[in-house]
């Protein structure tokens, strides 16, 4: 729905009072600086039209590397006093809103106007300019080009330009997918003009991943160019929970030189399903050592589990009752991840969860003592005998804390029921989908059902695994 801050404006300058005219002439610039980008926290001062103290202060707390700006409130009928009002506020990289509609009738003082805004990092606009970008909203793109805007815009940018940018740059957009230069081109143009250097830099991001999951190549991508990555955390944020794009192999061209790292320091509580479809095409790629089960109810708006998630500065992946965290290491989880303390589990389950999976080693707790068992042949030690016999050997009941998991002859998975957390044995990481598929249905109770679900997660190749009742590996 179109809000008019216009029409705000121009009723409050109307008003009788005026108190009540800077009171209203403020909220209605605050509603839409609000509306422009949700990120920002406005402060109102006590001065309205002042020489150089600022009418409202724009902060950003949730992240400290942006800094405050001043926002001015200035009558703009008359543009060359308008200019050198402009020229006079220059601390803060402030924001500077005309009260009307920027006067176009003088084409070199309009030029004149961007010329010295854009030098000294100052965003000059008007209620219809911002307008623009606030009907844009419901479009994701926009919805961070509002907020590059607000925290970095410079510039002349009313309606005339503000409509020409965000049509550029949405047409970029399918430009970028299509691998269109000149579209692409024009767009990166356009931001490089609206935005300071720091923000410019993060929307062409944006634009440079979105070339290159096309199967652009970067040394082709028509703008700026981040050689240091080829998809960086924010443009990865934006597009996880940017409009569904259906096509594994753009994820896979996008993702498959991230890291699980890279993935937990994103922020996707609810997951997405440009998530899961990335996770579906790279999780193959993907390599970590540790894996921690937390059982979690499971919420009537949880319709589609499972779904991989990314919580608490970690990977992970929501099932039915609990989530399984992974990690590149064990000292990840215990850092973010905190355990539950179990007692373990009865030998009847550990036989139960792990048919036909070799289990070499075992740690047991009868009473105070504990027992370890392996086997010197390193063959399976759960399917025998020897086990239930001790079992039966004892008054008290046996627990099972420990098993270590033999992944191959060199690769061993040690699974401690205590704290439902599986890593792997010394330094070494596996695939991310060998060690999930093996951890999860020994830690926890996994139906076949859940189990084909859990493995339709993960890359093509890994759907064929069976579950642990039938043999893994």
């Not at 992240?63 to 006093?81: A, E, G, M």
């Not at 793109?141 to 510039?155: E, H, I, V, W």
């Amino acid at each position: 729905m179109r809000r008019d801050y216009t029409s705000r404006i121009n009723a409050a300058l109307l008003n009788d009072s005026p108190a009540e005219t800077v009171a209203d002439v403020k909220s209605a610039v605050i509603a839409e600086l609000q509306a422009l980008d949700s990120q920002i926290e406005i402060t109102n001062t006590e001065y309205f039209n002042h020489s150089f103290v600022p009418d409202l202060v724009a902060r950003w707390p949730h992240d400290p590397t942006v800094d405050d700006r001043y926002v001015y409130l200035r009558f703009n009928s008359d543009l060359q006093y308008f200019i050198s009002e402009v020229d006079l506020i220059q601390d803060n990289h402030p924001i500077v809103v005309g009260l009307g509609e920027t006067p176009r009738d003088d084409g070199a003082s309009a030029q004149k106007l961007h010329d010295v805004s854009n030098r000294t990092g100052t965003l000059v606009t008007d209620p219809t300019g911002l307008e623009q970008f606030i009907e844009d909203r419901p479009d994701k793109l926009m919805q961070l080009m509002g907020t590059a805007l607000a925290q970095g815009g410079k510039g002349l940018v009313d309606a005339p330009v503000a409509y020409g940018a965000a049509g550029t740059i949405k047409s970029g957009v399918a430009g970028a997918i299509e691998r269109n230069t000149s579209a692409t081109g024009r767009a990166t143009v356009a931001i490089d003009q609206l935005l300071d250097e720091r923000h410019a830099s993060r929307m062409m991001r944006v634009f440079q991943a979105l070339w290159i999951g096309a199967g652009g190549h970067l040394e082709e991508f028509p703008g700026r160019r981040d050689l240091g990555t080829d998809v960086s955390d924010d443009a990865l944020q934006f597009l996880l929970e940017f409009e569904d794009i259906d096509d594994e192999e753009f994820w896979y061209r996008l993702g498959y030189k991230l890291t699980v790292g890279q993935l937990s320091r994103l922020s996707l509580p609810h997951g997405s399903s440009n998530l899961d479809r990335l996770m579906k095409a790279i999780a193959g790629s993907l390599s970590i050592r540790s894996c921690r089960i937390v059982e979690y109810p499971e919420w009537l708006d949880d319709q589609h589990l499972p779904y991989w998630m990314i919580a608490r500065s970690t990977l992970a992946l929501r099932m039915a009752g609990y989530i399984a965290y992974l990690a590149e290491t064990a000292d990840h989880l215990q850092k973010n991840i905190r355990a539950k303390p179990s007692p373990g589990i009865s030998i009847e389950v550990l036989q139960q969860r792990s048919h036909e999976v070799v289990l070499d080693e075992v740690e047991l707790q009868v009473g105070d003592r504990k027992i370890s068992l392996s086997s010197v042949n390193k063959e399976d030690v759960v399917r025998d005998d020897f086990l239930p016999s001790l079992q039966s050997a004892f008054t008290s009941d046996v627990e099972v804390q420990r098993a270590v998991l033999a992944l191959s002859r060199t690769r061993h998975l040690t699974c401690d029921f205590t704290t439902l957390t599986a890593t792997t044995r010394g330094p070494i990481k596996v695939d991310l989908p060998t060690l999930a598929l093996a951890a999860i249905p020994l830690l926890v109770d996994v139906s076949e059902e859940e189990f084909r679900r859990l493995a339709d997660m993960m890359p093509s190749r890994t759907q064929s695994l069976r579950h642990p009742s039938e043999g893994i590996f």
